[in-house]
């Protein structure tokens, strides 16, 4: 299973966790435990409480990848771009010195 497959699956795990509270949340209003407005509160609170545990998780993510790549002398995008500013100023240099 590829890293991409295991965050799919959290994320999948997720939404399939907010549907089930979401059909909990439409019952309990069914049988006059919550009224029509409590039960829109809830599935809104706990909508935009999902939305923010799934950014955490895919900033903790990303961290770690950062950290991961670091760890094993991999470049980043950042070290690529920086590399290529400097090359293009030695080229420049370069190019002055011969005229």
């Known amino acids: 299973m590829s890293f991409d497959d295991l965050i799919k699956l959290g994320v999948g795990s997720l939404f399939l966790a907010k549907e089930k509270v ?3 949340i439409e019952e309990a209003r069914k049988k006059g435990e919550l009224t029509e407005k409590e039960a829109k509160e809830l599935i809104e609170k706990l909508t935009k409480e999902s939305e923010e545990k ?3 998780i895919q ?3 990303k961290e770690e990848v950062k950290r991961q790549l670091k760890e094993l002398g991999v470049a980043t995008k950042e ?14 240099l370069l190019r002055n010195d011969k005229e």
């Open 22 to 24: 979401e059909e909990f």
């Open 54 to 56: 799934l950014n955490e």
């Open 59 to 61: 900033k903790m993510i």
């Open 79 to 92: 070290d690529v771009e920086a590399l290529r500013k400097e090359i293009e100023e030695l080229k420049s």
